[in-house]
């Protein structure tokens, strides 16, 4: 009977999962020298206020090119980053370069931008991260108000209580947070009041069908109106159509991020654009 069950246990480690187990410690020490050779970058994609077209935001999305792996996606390798811990030292260099950025845009006067930086449950969880973030800040000369952290909605609810504590930490540093990926979690409305954030995004797997599907409209629009009671700010994610952008327009949506504005770009190409905006 062991003998069986041990036989079992052992077919159970599938082909699938010797790849899977394969690719990630292929990252993992891929991944380990990435920073140290220049294979990361940042891309910029616009935030737009719905109202007027103006850009008012970025965010910065990580980018890396490896010279074999080729192009590969944050969606695969920021989790392996976060399980090696790597995600520390990857994530303080985005928030550096982010805000090195934005204080770069700032003193062309051509426009006041708030950097977005996607942070990582890791990096929310660290008990040294309003240190960390106020210090980039102050030695990169950004003023705290430029600056805007992500979070997902499911970090802030594995551990509420612990997320409004560093909510508020962050908050009485100056810094603005938003709840990214919204309505793919369980918010509890009680918590939402409670956490420090200004902006919810709303999700792009909602926008993606808010025209045709009945029930991605709704949760849409319950999303603006329970935002728009809290006196939070929303911006819809993946904004590809006009069809889109006029429902959410029409139901009162704050601001817009998409590929019908723009794609995340690099930064030179992202500053050509601003320049064409405030012209
Ligand atoms: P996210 O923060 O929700 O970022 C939005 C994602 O949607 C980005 O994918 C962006 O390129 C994509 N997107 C924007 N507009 C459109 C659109 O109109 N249509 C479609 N189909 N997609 C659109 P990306 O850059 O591949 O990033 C994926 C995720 O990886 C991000 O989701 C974020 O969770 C994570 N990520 C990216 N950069 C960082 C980073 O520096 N730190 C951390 N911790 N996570 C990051
Ligand atoms: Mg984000
Ligand atoms: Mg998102
Ligand atoms: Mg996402």
Redesign the pocket.
């Known amino acids: 009977r062991a003998k069986q069950e041990g036989r079992h246990s052992f077919c159970f480690f599938t082909p699938e999962m010797h790849a899977r187990l394969a690719r990630n410690l292929q990252l993992v020490s891929a991944l380990r020298q990435a920073l140290n050779l220049g294979q990361f970058e940042i891309h910029y994609q616009p935030q737009v206020s719905i109202a007027d077209g103006r850009i008012i935001g970025a965010e910065a999305l990580l980018r890396w090119r490896h010279p074999e792996l080729g192009t590969v996606s944050p969606a695969e390798f920021i989790p392996v980053a976060e399980d090696s811990g790597l995600i520390l030292p990857i994530g303080e260099w985005v928030l550096r370069c982010a805000v090195r950025q934005a204080k770069a845009w700032l003193e062309t006067g051509l426009a006041p931008l708030i950097m977005a930086v996607n942070l990582s449950v890791v990096q929310f969880r660290h008990p040294d991260l309003p240190k960390l973030v106020t210090r980039i800040l102050d030695e990169e000369g950004l003023p705290p108000e430029y600056l805007e952290l ?1 979070l ?1 909605e499911g970090v802030a609810m594995q551990n509420p209580q612990g997320a409004i504590d560093v909510m508020n930490n962050l908050h009485e540093c100056g810094i603005r947070m938003s709840i ?2 919204f309505g793919t979690g369980y918010s509890s409305l009680s918590y939402l009041k409670k956490f420090k954030v200004y902006k919810l ?1 709303i ?2 797997s909602f926008v993606r069908d808010i025209s045709t599907d009945p029930e991605d409209k709704a949760i849409v629009i319950a999303v603006i109106s329970l935002a728009r009671s809290l006196g939070l700010k929303t911006i819809a ?2 904004v590809e159509t006009a069809e889109q952008l006029a429902f959410l327009r029409n139901q009162g949506c704050n601001e817009m991020q998409g590929y019908l504005f723009s794609k995340p770009l690099p930064a030179e190409q992202f500053e050509a654009l601003l320049k064409r905006d405030t012209d």
């Open positions: 992500e997902t990214d990926d995004k999700d792009q994610e993946g």
